[in-house]
């Protein structure tokens, strides 16, 4: 049987496998998902040694941005985002794709969270972060402001944002219709608020991208300040159900 899974580090907890196998299965795909939890120190020799019966996988923290090195091409979205989350194996020829961009705008629509002449505020400026970005700004956001630690680093990757901020000092949110935190703070590993929210709107909404836990401590804060919350759940199946599609191409070649 062909295999496929998810590539990353320290992701014993991800509901991936889970996820697709059981899609697998209701839709009888003839596919086997697993975890490739790999070292940074042998990414590249995961990638050179793929056994033949791997068509592909998806790619998570902290190899989304490291992966296109390895790559022979890189789709759109995934080469203006310069952020790779899918990779289809092409008779050895390895081929990269952002299913985030497509699985995060499925979300928005389907938790009624609207974009348009909005304000929103991005926490983070990683592989994930740069996939929310460019959907943000083709859904027609009013003002996209960014939350990072490393400022320098953000204003050069975000040049057309509005406003770099300093995540560690944010804590009035009221500008905001939306905040999206596509920090890893407030995974299983690490659940902590990305911010300290003290000002707020009522009508704000905070968007997650971590699934588990299903609340975490940024969400919690949310919830107990009366807003609508939103964990990274619908956006991790809708990107799981692009990139099977892409996975389905190759599949029926064979």
Same mark, same amino acid.
Request: net charge neutral; hydrophobic share 35%; with cysteine.
């Given at each position: 049987m062909?295999? @496929?899974?998810?590539? &990353? #580090?320290? /992701?014993? $907890?991800?509901?991936?496998?889970?996820?697709?196998? !059981?899609?697998?299965?209701? =839709?009888?795909?003839?596919?086997?998902?697993?975890?490739?939890?790999?070292?940074?120190?042998?990414?590249?020799s995961f990638?050179?040694?793929?056994p033949?019966?791997?068509?592909?996988?998806?790619?998570?923290?902290?190899?989304?941005?490291?992966i296109?090195?390895?790559?022979?091409?890189?789709?759109?979205?995934?080469?203006?985002?310069?952020?790779?989350?899918?990779? @289809?194996?092409?008779? &050895? #020829?390895f /081929?990269? $794709?952002?299913?985030?961009?497509?699985?995060f705008? !499925?979300?928005?629509?389907? =938790?009624?969270?609207?974009?348009?002449?909005?304000?929103?505020?991005?926490?983070?400026?990683?592989g994930a972060?740069?996939?929310?970005?460019?959907?943000?700004?083709?859904l027609g956001?009013?003002?996209?402001?960014?939350?990072c630690?490393?400022?320098?680093?953000?204003k050069k990757?975000?040049?057309?944002?509005?406003?770099?901020?300093?995540?560690?000092?944010?804590?009035?949110i009221?500008?905001?219709?939306?905040v999206?935190n596509?920090?890893?703070?407030?995974?299983?590993?690490?659940?902590?608020?990305?911010?300290?929210?003290?000002?707020?709107?009522?009508?704000?909404?905070?968007?997650?991208?971590?699934?588990?836990?299903?609340?975490?401590?940024?969400?919690?804060?949310?919830?107990?300040?009366?807003?609508?919350?939103?964990?990274?759940w619908?956006?991790?199946?809708?990107?799981?159900?692009y990139?099977?599609?892409l996975?389905?191409?190759?599949?029926?070649?064979i």
């Open positions: 062909k295999k @496929v899974g998810l590539l &990353g #580090k320290n /992701i014993n $907890y991800s509901k991936s496998p889970s996820i697709h196998n !059981k899609y697998y299965k209701d =839709n009888n795909i003839q596919l086997n998902y697993t975890l490739f939890d790999t070292r940074e120190e042998d990414l590249e990638i050179k040694n793929l033949e019966n791997i068509i592909g996988f998806n790619v998570t923290v902290p190899y989304k941005e490291k296109i090195y390895y790559l022979d091409e890189v789709n759109y979205p995934a080469n203006l985002i310069k952020a790779v989350n899918t990779v @289809v194996n092409v008779s &050895g #020829k /081929i990269g $794709y952002n299913t985030d961009y497509f699985g705008i !499925k979300s928005l629509e389907e =938790n009624n969270v609207k974009v348009k002449d909005n304000n929103v505020l991005i926490l983070g400026n990683g972060s740069k996939a929310v970005y460019l959907a943000i700004k083709d956001a009013k003002v996209i402001d960014f939350g630690r490393n400022i320098e680093k953000c990757e975000f040049i057309e944002s509005n406003d770099i901020l300093n995540i560690n000092e944010i804590k009035d009221s500008k905001y219709d939306l999206i596509a920090t890893t703070l407030g995974n299983i590993n690490n659940n902590i608020s990305p911010i300290t929210i003290e000002k707020y709107k009522k009508s704000t909404i905070l968007y997650d991208l971590n699934y588990i836990p299903e609340v975490n401590e940024f969400l919690k804060r949310g919830l107990d300040l009366g807003l609508k919350v939103v964990n990274g619908d956006m991790l199946y809708y990107q799981a159900v990139s099977i599609k996975w389905e191409k190759e599949l029926n070649k």
